[in-house]
């Protein structure tokens, strides 16, 4: 959570930040704020409570010239969101500006020692005592920015990505990174510094990705410098970003969440791309066979993820255990890190994370490492931590994912899991040819169905006024259709906040059925497949009691047609993949009664797309 950004250069610093803090917004919106030095070598901080806009309309009025600068845009852990607890922070001289991504544990006993030494505190921030703590270290030890640094982050417990300014000099930027994620764009006699390359791609493909424990020293005219906390230099790698602008904008649509919902055909052809070899009969997934031996030996599989990503993990369960028969765990990585969980180096770990910097998956993936077991990891962005701290793993290639509810990316990760399951089931021969070659020949059609699936968009919208001001929903499915509902119900609850619940159809008759009224909507998966006649009397069981039914058919069907109060049809296709297909009229389905309510679709309330605090 929290997003930083800052800029080194030629240009005006102020509009490249501003430009920077939007693209990050989607890490949180509580507040905002900027930090410029000025040339005649001020340092000015502005700050406000709120979204990025809100900034740039008290900025309006102020001087913000300057080519270096650092900024900011919080989701709040300590000290509620307002102006005063806003990043930039100043030190007690107000000498130094920091700005921080991250959470410092043991802030109450530094900030303890500090106000012992005099210092005052203005926020209630960990933040502020970064920079204090950085400031005390340089005055006591009358060393250099870049020394203090290294000095005070020997003394932090806790996770940070920094960047700091300092009056009286408007060369340089010094940044730090543990566990929060850091990233330098090399211009030409420019650098800009960023959570992620989002904010950098339109100005370089030339970046730096920043590892723990390291601290960046950019200077203006200088090459870039990285060095350890024990000051030893790091080598350069740099990397190429394959992104590009478009990929960043809306392009037409009048939300990100709409236009993601609607990339889903396209991002499954990136997503097989490459892995699907029609000519050959061939699943490829090279992160598995790059590593048949240690897949085939595999006694447990466990599958560690946060949110939408531990939804798609389920289904993995699901595709794994009837095609590999190996047994498979699927564990909210908040649960797994904090249980002494049983690992062995039989196990495979597979890590699921869009964002690739959710803190409890990358704490559990660090857990499994440190016990020896092999870890695959299914993430979307590239370069980010997870798979950089993996021993293999598969990216999804569905482009960046801006809305904060997730959406390709849920397909794209239950797609790569169909891949691997695929890839490992005929390296241990256990399915059957037909059947692999019936899904390889499903994985393929995928995309058309799922723009099938998106023709349903009108229709949604219109159903979708029905439920405007429905307090209450309950989302219904069975076998790999459960954890389709369980993300339909999540969706609902992220973007409209109308409370929703998820659940496997059968187990409504041990206790959610007594919600059952005229009043709750309940939507119920109950498309074609192995358990299509129980869903049929979960139905009947739902319209008994005054139910009202809106319920996901496969095509054609009458017999639902019969009973539920609304249906609507998708095109028929294998069960294993079905979750896929459900997911689209779902995800459609919140987009619309949000957008009916007046939601901020894009960044709702108390959310963050990638949380990288406990
Ligand atoms: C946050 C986001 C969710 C996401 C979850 C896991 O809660 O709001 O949309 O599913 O984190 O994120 P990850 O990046 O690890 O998939």
Redesign the pocket.
């Known amino acids: 959570m929290c997003g930083i950004v800052g800029y080194v250069g030629y240009r005006e610093a102020y509009p490249v930040l501003v430009k920077g803090l939007h693209r990050l917004e989607y890490r949180g919106y509580d507040s905002a704020g900027v930090a410029l030095i000025c040339n005649d070598g001020g340092l000015n901080v502005y700050k406000s409570k709120g979204k990025v806009a809100e900034l740039e309309r008290y900025a309006e009025t102020q001087d913000v010239s300057g080519t270096i600068g650092i900024a900011h845009t919080r989701w709040a852990t300590h000290g509620e969101p307002n102006d005063v607890n806003a990043h930039p922070h100043f030190s007690e001289s107000e000498r130094l500006a920091i700005i921080h991504n991250g959470i410092v544990e043991n802030y109450a006993l530094l900030k303890a020692a500090l106000i012992e030494n005099g210092y005052t505190f203005k926020s209630c921030t960990d933040t502020e005592v970064l920079v204090q703590l950085i400031e005390y270290v340089q005055t006591t030890n009358n060393c250099t920015l870049l020394e203090a640094v290294q000095m005070a982050l020997r003394q932090v417990v806790g996770a940070y990505a920094i960047a700091i300014i300092e009056k009286g000099d408007p060369d340089r930027i010094i940044a730090a990174r543990k566990s929060s994620p850091l990233v330098v764009g090399l211009g030409n006699d420019e650098y800009f510094l960023a959570s992620d390359a989002t904010p950098i791609v339109e100005y370089t493909n030339k970046v730096v990705y920043i590892n723990d424990g390291e601290i960046a020293v950019i200077e203006r005219h200088k090459p870039l410098r990285v060095v350890t906390l024990d000051n030893e230099e790091s080598t350069l790698d740099v990397k190429k970003l394959r992104m590009s602008i478009s990929q960043l904008e809306k392009g037409g649509y009048p939300h990100f969440m709409l236009k993601e919902i609607f990339e889903q055909p396209k991002t499954i052809v990136d997503c097989i791309r490459g892995r699907i070899n029609v000519e050959a009969d061939n699943v490829i997934l090279s992160g598995v066979i790059d590593n048949r031996e240690r897949f085939l030996r595999a006694k447990r599989i466990i599958i560690v ?7 798609a993990a389920l289904i993995g369960e699901y595709l794994i255990e009837e095609w590999c028969r190996i047994p498979v765990e699927v564990e909210y ?1 908040s649960e797994f890190r904090y249980r002494n969980p049983v690992i062995s180096p039989d196990d495979i770990v597979i890590a ?7 803190a ?2 990358l704490a559990a993936v660090e857990l499994a490492k440190s016990r020896g077991a092999f870890i695959f990891g299914i ?3 590239v370069g980010s931590s ?1 798979p950089r701290a993996t021993d293999s793993g598969a990216y999804i290639h569905v482009g960046p994912e801006i809305g ?3 959406t390709k ?2 397909t794209g ?1 239950v797609t790569v899991l169909t891949m691997l399951a695929l890839t490992l089931a005929r390296a241990k021969g256990s399915i059957e040819q037909p059947l692999y070659l019936q899904m390889l020949g499903e994985l393929v059609r995928l995309p058309d169905l799922l723009e099938d699936v998106l023709r349903l968009n009108a229709r949604i919208e219109d159903l979708s006024k029905i439920f405007t001001y429905t307090k209450n929903f309950l989302y219904l499915g069975r076998g790999y259709n459960y954890p389709a509902a369980l993300e339909g119900a ?1 969706k609902l609850k ?1 973007i409209s906040y109308i409370h929703a619940e998820g659940y496997p159809a059968a187990e409504m008759k041990h206790g959610p059925i007594a919600l059952i009224d005229s009043e709750i909507p309940v939507v119920v998966i109950a498309t074609t497949d192995s358990i299509y006649e129980k869903t049929v009397s979960n139905i009947q069981e739902i319209k008994a009691r005054g139910g009202k039914v809106l319920a996901i058919v496969t095509s054609g069907d009458q017999t639902v047609r019969n009973i539920a109060d609304y249906v609507l049809e998708v095109p028929t296709v294998a069960e294993p993949l079905s979750p896929i297909v459900s997911a689209i009229p779902l995800q459609l389905l919140a987009y619309y009664i949000a957008v009916n309510k007046g939601r901020d679709v894009d960044q709702p309330r108390n ?5 990288t605090v406990e």
């Not at 946060?306 to 939804?311: A, I, K, L, Q, Y």
């Not at 699921?352 to 959710?358: H, L």
Request: proline share 0%.
């Open positions: 993820a946060c949110g939408t990503s531990w939804h990585a699921i994370s869009q964002s690739g910097e959710t409890d998956t993430c979307n962005v997870i904060v509810a997730s990316a849920f990760q999540l992220e959310l963050a797309k990638s949380v």
